[in-house]
């Protein structure tokens, strides 16, 4: 007797499905309209837009790191730095730090009418622009700011230098007048004196043009001859 065939086994699990990314959950219509989108966009297209677009973009000259814009004369920006340095004339790299902070911050504080005027080509009209100029006057407060408290700092230690310097020129230029006074060479290193020799000597005179009773207990000292290479007082 004929066995009928068997007939193929039913599998006794589901197969296994890939699971949905991110991308696959999202209908088709949708990512052809996103697609499109981001073609068709180029940026602010209404003038209040591009007016603030614009700012931004050239804000970042008044709060960057870097005070010199890519769109900036480098020359021009030299030649701003070394008129703080000549007025200055720092002596510390703390000196020279301060400085170049003051001049960044002047810098700056000079581009904001540029701004401004900016913002007035692009539009003529006021009212529209009040939101951006508040923008740039907080800005221009904040510089300003900041730059009289680096002036104030930099005043502050170079006033401390000065007052050094100025004790250690009369302490020298009164053992300069000693050693005259005792016929003793002079040589302001041997002292421990960085200070050049010919400024002690215009201070020593200075001293005795403004303090003449100082040095009366040493009438020789003004009366007798110069000896050869000795200051004449």
């Known amino acids: 007797m004929a066995t009928a065939a068997q007939a193929p086994a039913t599998p006794t ?49 008044l709060t960057a790191r870097t005070a010199v814009l890519p769109t900036d004369d480098p020359e021009a920006y030299q030649r701003h730095i070394q008129q703080f340095l000549d007025e200055y004339a720092p002596a510390t790299a703390t000196e020279t730090q301060l400085v170049h902070e003051i ?13 401004e005027s900016e913002l007035f080509s692009q539009n003529h009209s006021p009212q529209t622009l009040i939101p951006q100029l508040a923008t740039l006057g907080l800005h221009g407060s904040r510089l300003s700011r900041q730059l009289q408290k ?27 007048l000693r050693h005259q006074h005792k016929g003793l060479p002079w040589d302001p290193a041997d002292l421990g004196f960085v200070l050049p020799k010919e400024q002690i000597e215009r201070h020593a005179r200075k001293l005795m043009r403004q303090n003449p009773a100082s040095y009366a207990l040493h009438p020789h000292l003004q009366a007798d001859p110069p000896r050869e290479g000795y200051l004449k007082l």
Do not use: C, M, Y
Request: proline share 10%; net charge positive.
């Open 13 to 61: 699990t589901d197969p296994v499905q890939p699971t949905p990314t991110p991308q696959s959950l999202i209908p088709e219509p949708r990512i052809r309209a996103n697609r499109a989108n981001a073609k068709l966009s180029t940026g602010p297209r209404t003038e209040p837009g591009k007016q603030r677009s614009s700012l931004n973009a050239l804000r970042h000259g």
């Open 150 to 176: 680096v002036i104030e700092q930099l005043r502050d230690i170079l006033e401390e230098r000065h007052r050094l310097e100025r004790r250690q020129l009369t302490e020298a230029a009164e053992l300069f």
């Open 103 to 115: 001049a960044n911050a002047a810098w700056r504080l000079n581009r904001i009418p540029l701004l």
